[in-house]
């Protein structure tokens, strides 16, 4: 079910910093909502990177690998969201593992 800015449950708990096993739990029942972007084309993992916990989003990069190399609407990398949020070493050099040419890419 979506929502008002048409976010599965999945985002909408990636988006108020749930616990992994709650994000576990929600994608182990809508394996596709991985893949789902809301009104803004932002994923989970856009959103777990701006607000929930490193092991959130390291889970959710496991789960969709090509999730890094999506922009949402403003263009805006998980890599982008992660560095705002002044996140972990461990978490940006994953990302730019997935995504090594998103050290170069611009939000608009």
Request: hydrophobic share 45%; proline share 3%; with cysteine.
């Amino acid at each position: 079910v979506t929502g008002a800015m048409e976010r599965l449950a999945l985002q909408m708990v990636c988006a108020s910093g749930a616990r992994l096993s709650v994000v576990q739990m929600l994608l182990n029942g809508n394996p596709d909502a991985v893949y789902w972007k809301d009104s803004f084309d932002a994923l989970a993992l856009h959103l777990a990177c701006k607000n929930s916990s490193e092991e959130v989003c390291l889970f959710l990069l496991g789960a969709y690998i090509y999730g890094a190399q999506i922009g949402d609407c403003w263009d805006k990398l998980p890599l982008h969201y992660a560095c705002d949020q002044g996140t972990s070493e461990a978490l940006v050099r994953a990302l730019l593992k997935k995504y090594p040419e998103s050290i170069h890419c611009k939000d608009s």
